[in-house]
């Protein structure tokens, strides 16, 4: 395995409210990995990242050499490249997992309007209602 591409969102009904994320990964011979999951009460950024990381650990698991990713959160890409620091006690250990984790990767980061993220949306949204718990191909 050696490309993929993941599309990641993160969304809170209410913020802190009931959150989940969903991760579309686009492997190389076009099969797609969908998953919807459940994360608790959380706010939105926290269910960002913890989307992103999702797909960080899952093209680890697959044993990708390079991850591309798209979100629609602006916070997570300026973090991520470094534009902005974080600085938030309840981001601060997300961050450093995901940094920590792109750094085993040829990884970039970008940023994309949410009219192009809703399939990873939809995900979101889906384990939210369902109270989807494990991470779930759908």
Not at 61 to 70: G, I, K, M, Q, R
Not at 103 to 126: D, G, M, V, W, Y
Request: proline share 4%; net charge neutral.
């Amino acid at each position: 395995m050696s490309d993929l591409i993941a599309y990641v969102d993160g969304g809170s009904h209410g913020s802190p409210g009931p959150s989940g994320i969903g991760v579309l990964i686009e492997k190389p011979d076009g099969e797609m990995i969908r998953i919807a999951r459940w994360i608790g009460h959380h706010d939105n950024n926290v269910a960002e990242y913890a989307a992103l990381l999702e797909a960080l650990q899952r093209a680890l698991e697959l044993n990708a050499t390079s991850l591309s990713v798209f979100t629609d959160s602006e916070l997570v890409v300026k973090q991520m490249t470094g534009e902005y620091s974080c600085r938030s006690p309840r981001l601060y250990s997300l961050h450093w997992m995901c940094r920590k984790l792109a750094r085993t990767l040829k990884f970039c980061i970008s940023h994309i309007p949410r009219e192009q993220n809703q399939e990873a949306n939809r995900l979101a949204n889906h384990a939210v209602r369902f109270r989807r718990e494990p991470a779930l191909d759908i």
